[in-house]
Nanobody
Framework: QVQLVESGGGLVQAGGSLRLSCAASGRPFSDSTMGWFRQAPGKERELITAISKSGSRTYYADSVKGRFTISRDNAKNTVNLQMNRLTPEDTAVYYC?????????????????WGQGTQVTVSS
């Protein structure tokens, strides 16, 4: 079991930027695929981006591709999400997730550990 703690959420104006961070502990960080999910009220939880164990491969949902960038630093046991050109549609609770199974990056079922979530609110 890995423990995940997100930080960096908050209120930002449309067009602005925000950077989320996720600190991992409890298991070797480099053994885990890392992803970010988000969930808005009344909506399904959505996998928006993921990164492979070594950082060599990434996945982005169409809704965030070109605006969001995922990165990881295995030496520091952290994964980050840089969010640019934010819109009100990005408003959601954002969750860091870890997966230790051999699933494709884009498969939500591959993630089995979750952080507590951090709220991102984008105003018009």
């Amino acid at each position: 079991q890995v423990q995940l703690v997100e930080s960096g959420g908050g209120l930002v104006q449309a067009g602005g930027s925000l950077r989320l961070s996720c600190a991992a502990s409890g298991r070797p960080f480099s053994d885990s695929t890392m992803g970010w999910f988000r969930q808005a009220p009344g909506k399904e939880r959505e996998l928006i981006t993921a990164i492979s164990k070594s950082g060599s491969r990434t996945y982005y949902a169409d809704s965030v591709k070109g605006r969001f960038t995922i990165s990881r630093d295995n030496a520091k046991n952290t994964v980050n999400l840089q969010m640019n050109r934010l819109t009100p549609e990005d408003t959601a609770v954002y969750y860091c997730a870890a997966g230790f199974l051999d699933y494709p990056l884009s498969q939500p079922r591959g993630y089995d550990s979750w952080g507590q979530g951090t709220q991102v609110t984008v105003s018009s």
